[in-house]
């Protein structure tokens, strides 16, 4: 049982360049979720799914694409990367989005964009 | 505006003391309140999970209660260890009602506690 996968762990992009960020879980969980993570900031959401098809964006989601089309995965797509997107990326899963249990979170992709 | 505000920003103790940290949220209406443990370079990890009726919630040397009436939690760590130092991270639940998105989370900046031998 590996939890949520991120890769890769590192990334550095010039600006302009686009990428695809991949998470996958094992838990068979419905919701999955991006974050990212600035200093200073609290994890602001990117955006989220509550299953298979279903897609909707959180509070910061310009510049970023995703897609559901199986339950294990969930890659966010960075369409051209800007220095403002150099930022540490999460992604979570729960088996639902609300009271039940808490949030697993993958490891993380520090991204760089130069 | 919905905000999660945590204190004290950093925190230095020496191995084996107690120490408390606080969060306090204006997120309403409230639904769960959450504390996560984030060690350097990883991702978060779940500590405990209230909802409004519980006041006190452990999970081994970590303690957190909730004040939903001042709208106050805190989180106590017992004779902490090197391994506890971390970010801290408060993290409170609204239930909104605008279709799919039936739940929303505000993180707090957390605090970044040292343990030092």
């Known amino acids: 049982n590996a939890g949520v996968t991120q890769t890769p762990k590192f990334q550095v992009l010039k600006t302009g360049q686009s990428m695809t960020l991949q998470c996958a879980q094992d838990?068979?969980?419905?919701?999955m979720s991006w974050y990212r993570q600035d200093p200073g900031m609290g994890l602001r959401l990117i955006h989220y799914?509550?299953?298979?098809?279903?897609?909707d964006q959180g509070e910061v989601p310009n510049g970023y694409n995703v897609s559901r089309s199986t339950t294990e995965d969930f890659p966010l797509r960075l369409l051209s990367a800007a220095p403002s997107q150099t930022s540490v990326y999460f992604c979570?899963?729960?088996?639902?989005?609300?009271?039940?249990?808490?949030?697993?979170f993958g490891s993380g992709t520090r991204l760089t964009v130069v | 505006k919905n905000q999660v505000e945590q204190s004290p920003q950093s925190l230095i103790i020496l191995e084996g003391k107690n120490c408390t940290l606080q969060?306090?949220?204006?997120?309403?209406?409230?639904?769960?309140l959450r504390w996560y443990k984030q060690d350097t370079g990883r991702g978060p990890v779940s500590l405990t999970i209230?909802?409004?009726?519980?006041n006190t919630k452990s999970n081994g040397r970590y303690t957190a209660t909730l004040d939903a009436d001042t709208k106050q939690s805190s989180l106590h760590i017992t004779a902490s260890q090197l391994s506890d130092s971390a970010s801290y991270i408060c993290?409170?639940?609204?239930?909104?009602?605008?279709?799919?998105?039936?739940?929303?989370?505000?993180f707090g900046k957390g605090t970044k506690l040292s343990v030092i031998p």
């Open positions: 979570a899963s729960s088996l639902t989005q609300g009271l039940q249990g808490g949030y697993t």
């Open positions: 838990m068979n969980h419905e919701y």
């Open positions: 799914s509550v299953g298979a098809g279903i897609t």
């Open positions: 969060c306090n949220y204006t997120v309403s209406p409230f639904s769960n």
């Open positions: 209230m909802t409004f009726s519980e």
């Open positions: 993290v409170v639940t609204q239930v909104a009602y605008s279709g799919a998105g039936s739940y929303q989370l505000t």
